[in-house]
């Protein structure tokens, strides 16, 4: 694997996080697996041969407590929830080329060939550790049968994972004041022997591997800190009956051990993947060539599984001989009004409830595709849903669309014969470079914008020209504004395809077009639309605001019910997909006066320069212009953005902060950042560099 850009002459794999087989899909996970779909998409309209794989994660302790609870056997508990994922997703307009689960025959027998090579090859140990135990109920405690609090930040924490705190990864032991989730009482450590593999040989294997990885800068900026803290090595197995069984060497006696879940759950992307080729033959698509020659391999996941697959799973990619993955893009969490996603109280736009609604599901997939970047959390709301459609998709796209084509149509029953102005064409081949930068950004905001952007050329290249008018006296000229504006319409089509899919492909058909618009390529973009085509009807249709208020009555009586009934609980699996953080941190009580706000003095500046602070894990010293002047600041901002790309990013700082001295350097300002993953606040528009924010 190179890092040339896509397309490349190697095959492409994109995979999601799996979803953990144990409740209903909701918008915070339809957001990774509408935005691998939609990558996976983009890559193909770019002539790159791909594979877009998932399954369902159907092992580990929440599915057997679950299971337990209704009285069913964990196999027939998971697969109820994996044949309703199955239904779901295509009516999102995500379609995988295969989707299979992690306990089918093919990935137990690939996951257990996986860990026989990484012991053969003596990254597997065996240790005894302190492992919970409750003695009423005379078993030991694997990740979720056991809570307790984290002893990195001392957060209340579940077995394997500080969910409500730092969200580390935690092993067996580590959980201190450990308490039993089978009885409520409290449980103690025995000693018990279980496998482990020796991620800490992998330190310098991982840090040229972040060094050389594409995608999001969460990825590739915070697996560092672990890195440098020292790298742990990592208990595969754990005391339970549900799982796949740790695979004995010859001669040894059967294990009553089972793989962790984090092991054979990364394992389904290869699975499925080999599944995929079985099914097309080699000639179709090989599996192994991608796996194990020379592929292109990309993971989307949530910022939570950031640990899991940027530290364990190339690490056992290496030990086992596979590629390691050249792209891994980790999104941020979504948002309800501002308050994190909870499922007790029922505080969740839920996947079958938006279809329930009426909506297209090409609206919501345009609304998480181009509201922020990728890793930025996005807060949904009915309004927001709203504004963005009926601005966007109604006001540009649509409106756009139909006045052109049925203007074309009454006036020349298709498209007109002439050629494409200069004027036109260079306008779309620049879209279209927008889009191939778009995607190797792994920016599907800049995809979606690219496209909504030729749109808006496009209504004020025809309110520009006013066609109209000129059909009686300045015929030529009219025929080819509406020649340039069919065609602007073509490659409006072609570039939302991978966003919009479902919207595409009827204005693919409403131009007359033969086949799917998911087959074109950029390229066809500016390819000559049909002569002929039937008259149009409009695409989108606008949300009226009575509508918005009965959403956001429904939602705030549904959450105010189960409030009443249920304690608030966060939503993270064990896998951690694409779920949201608990709820946002509280207003502070005091208040300030509007004095002691004028007081600040905010002002916008531009990032000059960047870098490290050698000695310090986590501050960066920055260069910001002020307008006045440059001063120096230290941020807390080094494991959380690459440096590299922050010069000429504007910022926000407050510029009458008292000096102070970090790692003997001297910061003279303090940049303003939301959240923990330090989002920078920056403008909107263009104010200049120095003006003051009030």
């Not at 391999?297 to 290496?318: C, K, N, S, Y």
């Not at 905010?602 to 960066?620: Q, T, Y």
Request: glycine share 8%.
């Amino acid at each position: 694997m190179s890092n040339d850009d896509f397309p490349t002459d190697r095959p492409a794999v994109v995979t999601c996080g799996l979803p953990y087989a144990n409740g209903d899909l909701h918008i915070g996970h339809l957001r990774g697996y509408i935005g691998a779909d939609a990558f996976d998409r983009a890559l193909e309209t770019l002539g790159q041969e791909t594979a877009y794989v998932c399954g369902s994660d159907m092992h580990g302790t929440p599915v057997a407590v679950n299971a337990e609870q209704e009285g069913v056997d964990p196999e027939a508990f998971a697969l109820e929830w994996h044949r309703q994922y199955e239904e779901t997703f295509p009516k999102f307009n995500v379609e995988f080329d295969n989707y299979g689960h992690t306990h089918d025959e093919t990935n137990t027998e690939l996951t257990q060939e996986i860990v026989r090579e990484l012991d053969d090859q003596g990254y597997i140990y065996e240790k005894e550790i302190q492992v919970a135990y409750d003695p009423d109920a005379d078993q030991y405690l694997p990740d979720r049968y056991v809570e307790g609090t984290c002893p990195y930040c001392g957060e209340k924490a579940r077995g394997d994972e500080c969910d409500e705190g730092c969200q580390r990864h935690l092993e067996p032991g580590e959980v201190e004041d450990p308490t039993s989730t089978i009885t409520g009482n409290p449980a103690e450590y025995r000693e018990r022997t279980h496998k482990f593999f020796e991620v800490s040989e992998f330190a310098d294997f991982l840090t040229d591997f972040l060094d050389d990885l594409e995608g999001t800068s969460n990825a590739r900026n915070q697996p560092r800190q672990w890195i440098e803290d020292g790298l742990q090595d990592w208990c595969i197995t754990r005391d339970m009956d549900w799982g796949i069984d740790y695979p004995a060497a010859d001669g040894e006696a059967e294990s009553d051990l089972v793989l962790y879940v984090w092991v054979d759950a990364p394992v389904e992307y290869i699975s499925s993947t080999k599944q995929y080729s079985e099914r097309v033959g080699t000639d179709g698509y090989d599996w192994e060539q991608v796996w194990k020659d020379e592929g292109d391999v990309v993971h989307f996941i949530g910022r939570d599984i950031i640990q899991h697959h940027t530290i364990f799973w190339p690490a056992m990619l290496e030990g086992a001989g596979y590629n390691k993955p050249r792209g891994i893009a980790a999104t941020g969490f979504i948002t309800i009004n501002g308050k994190g996603l909870s499922t007790s109280r029922n505080r969740a736009i839920w996947a079958k409830e938006y279809l329930e609604e009426g909506f297209h599901p090409d609206l919501l997939r345009y609304y998480l595709m181009t509201t922020g970047g990728l890793q930025q959390d996005v807060d949904f709301s009915w309004d927001a849903f709203q504004e963005t459609v009926n601005g966007e998709l109604v006001g540009t796209v649509g409106n756009f669309w139909y006045r052109s084509l049925l203007f074309a149509y009454r006036n020349y029953e298709g498209t007109p014969e002439t050629d494409v102005s200069a004027e036109v064409h260079e306008r779309i081949q620049d879209a279209l470079a927008d889009v191939r930068e778009s995607v190797n950004d792994y920016s599907l905001r800049g995809v979606g914008q690219a496209a909504v952007q030729l749109a808006q050329f496009g209504n004020e290249y025809i309110q520009r020209h006013e066609p109209w008018k000129l059909t009686d006296d300045e015929p030529e000229r009219a025929r080819q504004v509406i020649r340039d504006c069919v065609q602007i319409a073509k490659a409006v089509g072609v570039l939302l395809e991978p966003i919009a899919p479902d919207k595409a492909q009827r204005l693919w058909a409403q131009l007359g077009e033969e086949g799917s618009v998911a087959d074109a390529r950029l390229e066809d973009a500016l390819e000559a639309p049909p002569r002929t085509f039937d008259e149009p009807g409009e695409l989108f249709e606008k949300i009226e605001d009575d509508r918005v208020a009965e959403l956001n009555e429904k939602l705030d009586e549904r959450v105010a019910a189960a409030a009443e009934t249920e304690s608030d609980d966060t939503d993270a699996d064990e896998t951690g997909d694409m779920t949201a953080t608990d709820e946002l941190e509280p207003l502070a009580d005091e208040r300030i006066s509007f004095e002691d706000f004028q007081e600040l003095d905010v002002r916008v500046g531009r990032i000059e320069a960047a870098e490290g602070i050698e000695g310090a894990d986590d501050l960066a010293r920055l260069e910001v212009d002020i307008g006045f002047e440059t001063r120096q600041v230290v941020a807390g901002i080094k494991q959380l953005h690459d440096l590299e790309e922050l010069p000429g990013e504007k910022c926000i700082l407050l510029a009458n902060m008292e000096p102070a001295e970090l790692f003997g350097v001297e910061s003279n300002g303090m940049i303003l950042a939301a959240g923990e993953e330090a989002d920078l606040l920056t403008t909107h528009g263009d104010a200049a560099v120095g003006e003051k924010v009030q």
